[in-house]
């Protein structure tokens, strides 16, 4: 008897080493710890980032939408100063007035126009690209970004080779294209030539058309299809989403041009960034200037929110 009981509680003590202690799903301490160390080391990295964005970006921006519902009066009959009041003249003015309704309209207007011939001058330079890999591909690639960061040489550049001593005037002289030389400067002529230059969109669409099967057009050659056909009824549709978004930043870009008109054309121009500039100097009119510019972040934000669809469907491809 008493070496069954023996047996029984040995059993019994062996059965509760096993399996009969209920295990706790409660965190440990250590891991809560764990936790919230990694929190606090993101917040610590993304901490000087965030109040950077802030004081750069979100707290100018919330003075321009708040400045832009202002109205101004003036002072002791000398200066233009803002006065607080809740108003939707400046916007109302915006696109009533011709003076700043023709800028709106001419602004998008170029932007598109020469987002469009960019887009059919970058399309078979990025298609040579991503097929062929020409030797040096990585210096014409980069070639396509220097007037992008060198916007003020390029500016300059251009500005002489469309002088009429230039080497444009030059060559359509020496052709007997023209009898005088052209007026180009200090048109808006040269900014649209400028605008017209594929710059980046190069490099999207080369992304785009690389993400593009090969199989495909083959298929399409194997079909009957010849080259040219095989270019647009395959490629093209296939990269359309990369071809779509670098059409919108290009765009977007557009619409907020300011130095090449400033230095092609100067300071009166047509493009809205150089209308709000003159509203505040030497008009001294900020809550026209701030409505102007919430209008044109506007339509930047909308440009840029159909990239970022365009991008989503594309990954979802």
Not at 28 to 55: D, Q, V, W
Request: proline share 6%.
């Amino acid at each position: 008897m008493v070496s069954a009981l023996r047996k029984w509680a040995h059993e019994h003590k062996l059965s509760r080493s096993m399996g009969g202690a209920v295990p706790s799903h409660a965190p440990s301490e250590r891991g809560r710890l764990s936790k919230l160390r990694g929190k606090l080391s993101t917040l610590a990295l993304l901490g000087p980032l965030l109040l950077y964005m802030a004081l750069v970006f979100a707290v100018p921006v919330g003075f321009q939408i708040g400045f832009a519902f202002f109205t101004r009066e003036l002072y002791k009959g000398v200066i233009w100063l803002p006065k607080p009041a809740f108003s939707l003249e400046n916007f109302a003015r915006a696109f009533s007035d011709s003076a700043y309704s023709t800028s709106l309209v001419w602004t998008v207007g170029v932007a598109l126009f020469t987002s469009t011939i960019s887009i059919i001058l970058a399309l078979p330079v990025a298609y040579f690209l991503a097929r062929y890999k020409p030797v040096g591909g990585a210096f014409i690639e980069l070639s396509f970004l220097l007037p992008i960061f060198g916007e003020i040489f390029t500016a300059y550049a251009l500005a002489y080779a469309l002088t009429p001593e230039g080497p444009l005037n030059w060559l359509l002289t020496s052709l007997h294209l023209i009898q005088e030389p052209l007026r180009l400067v200090s048109s808006p002529v040269a900014v649209v030539i400028w605008m017209c230059l594929p710059t980046l969109v190069v490099l999207l669409i080369r992304s785009a058309l690389a993400g593009v099967d090969v199989s495909y057009e083959e298929a399409a050659q194997v079909m009957g299809a010849n080259s040219l056909k095989t270019f647009f009824r395959v490629t093209i549709p296939l990269a359309k989403n990369g071809i779509m978004g670098a059409l919108l930043l290009s765009v977007s870009g557009g619409v907020g041009a300011y130095t090449m008109p400033l230095i092609l054309v100067g300071p009166y121009n047509n493009w809205l960034t150089n209308k709000i500039q003159r509203e505040v100097d030497p008009f001294f009119n900020y809550p026209m200037a701030s409505a102007l510019g919430v209008l044109l972040t506007v339509i930047c934000a909308i440009l840029m929110y159909l990239y970022l669809r365009t991008q989503k469907g594309d990954r979802r491809r």
